[in-house]
Structure formats: C-alpha cells, structure tokens
C-alpha cells in the first residue's frame, strides 16, 4: 500500500511540474511577443533606447532559468533517462521524439545533452552547461 502511495505522490509530482513547465513556455512566448510588439513601436517612433528594454530581457531570461531547473527535475523524476519537453503543450517526450505525442507539434531545433541533459539548440557544438561536444548525426535524427 505504501508503494502505492508513494507513486501516487510521484505521478502527482510529475504531472503538477508539466502544468508548470507548459505555463511557463505560455507566459516566455507571451513576453517575447509582447517584448516584440513594443520594441518594433519604440523602433518607429525613432526612440529605441537600450534601457526601455533591459528590464523585459531580464525577466525573460530569469523564467527561462526557472523553466530550465524545472524540466531537469522533472527528467530527474523519469524512469529511464532524458526526455525533452514539447514547447505548444508541455507534454514530456522521449529523447529523439520527432512530433508530440499530446498535440502533435514537431520537435525542432533542440535537443538535449547526452551528458547532463540540458536542452540544446539547432546552433550548439558544445554543450552550454557541461561543454559536451554535440552529435550532430544524434541530433539531426
């Protein structure tokens, strides 16, 4: 019974952390569109300044480390290994997913490293957390 319960509390562990880590892709996406929209406005009225748009990146950049540390506990807590997280809905995939398996949405771009499991981008050579060279063949599967 107790093994039970304790997989219960693991299973409703899981799925809080997808809700969040898919709220926080939503409210990034939000900001980066809105951080979009007022920077092309300030662009037109010829009074783009670098400060108007610190305290947006700042923000933005703190969720998306928030987010981060939220997904690699979240891997920490799959049997098995890695997965990567789908950007539309927050479903957790299984490392080299090609499409979610919640809404369908293609996995482009990213990647995770073999090593520590920190998302990659499309661009990377090395890891940005630990320095692991990235398998472009691994990646472009």
Known sequence: MGMVVAGLK??????GLRWRIAAFHRERNRMLVDLGQRTFSIYQKGELQHETLRNDCREIESLGQELEAMEYELINLQPGG??????ACGEIMGYGSRFCPQCGEKVTGSSVCSQCYKSLQKSNRFCPQCGTPVDKDEEAE
């Open 10 to 15: 693991q299973l409703r562990k899981k799925v």
């Open 82 to 87: 890695a997965s990567l997280t789908c950007f």
